[in-house]
């Protein structure tokens, strides 16, 4: 069964903090993603990666960094939470060349005290 | 913004019936994609309709796409309780990023 494995399912954390969000999925796809869902918001996208090393910025980069070493393994960084980085964050990915469907991860809840 | 747009925002139907769902979005897609969102979890890919598609079936889904009018529905039939979730519609602009709505929560009775 292909998958797309978020690191954690419920997170929290300081204020302050520097927190790594960690996605690997294993179906080889090129293209991988991170997007952050608030109620009333939908979903925005954060960062998003095309290869490896590559990172393109999505609607909302502003206090995240991500990173991209390993085709499989996409990373999402808080560099200093704060309180409004509180969020539902889904990684997906999907192969590129368009007309494919992506595949998400089940989500980590981020809560920022 | 170039989000794509579900109405109605919430649907609550009996078990048996049929459930609708609009999207309309503003610019040129390649393609228009129908996610499900089971309470608290991730999404999973339901369809992909391409530009110069007019309709697709899979199972119980039917999706329509006007591309002239800017706009796709998702017909869901003889629903199910285990259809309940939100459902999203997600415009591709002709790049490889997707953008979503803002979902249609659907609740079917039993």
Redesign the interface.
């Known amino acids: 069964d292909v998958k797309?494995t978020q690191s954690s399912r419920y997170l929290v954390k300081r204020t302050g903090e520097k927190v790594f969000l960690e996605c690997v999925q294993d179906m080889d796809h090129e293209?991988m993603?991170w997007?952050r869902q608030d109620p009333?918001?939908?979903?925005r996208?954060i960062y998003?990666s095309?290869d490896v090393k590559m990172k393109e910025k999505?609607d909302i980069p502003e206090g995240y960094s991500v990173s991209r070493e390993k085709k499989e393994r996409f990373s999402l960084i808080l560099e200093s939470a704060s309180t409004n980085q509180t969020s539902?964050y889904?990684c997906?990915s999907?192969f590129?060349?368009?007309?494919?469907?992506?595949?998400?991860?089940?989500?980590t809840?981020l809560t920022v005290v | 913004s170039q989000?794509g747009e579900e109405d109605p925002q919430a649907l609550s139907i009996q078990e048996g019936e049929n459930a609708t769902m609009n999207c309309s979005y503003k610019t040129s897609i390649?393609?228009l994609?129908w996610?499900r969102q089971n309470s608290?979890?991730?999404?999973?890919?339901l369809i992909?309709i391409?530009s110069n598609e007019r309709e697709k079936h899979s199972g119980r889904l039917r999706v329509t796409l006007d591309t002239s009018k800017k706009s796709s529905s998702l017909l869901i039939t003889a629903s199910r309780a285990a259809d309940t979730a939100s459902y999203?519609c997600?415009t591709?602009f002709n790049t490889?990023?997707?953008?979503?709505?803002?979902?249609t929560r659907l609740q079917v009775f039993p």
């Open positions: 797309v293209n993603f997007y009333g918001l939908g979903l996208l998003f095309y999505g539902m889904l997906a999907n590129a060349g368009g007309d494919y469907g992506y595949t998400f991860g089940s989500g809840r | 989000q390649n393609n994609q996610y608290g979890r991730g999404l999973v890919h992909l391409r999203f997600a591709d490889d990023k997707l953008i979503f709505g803002t979902g």
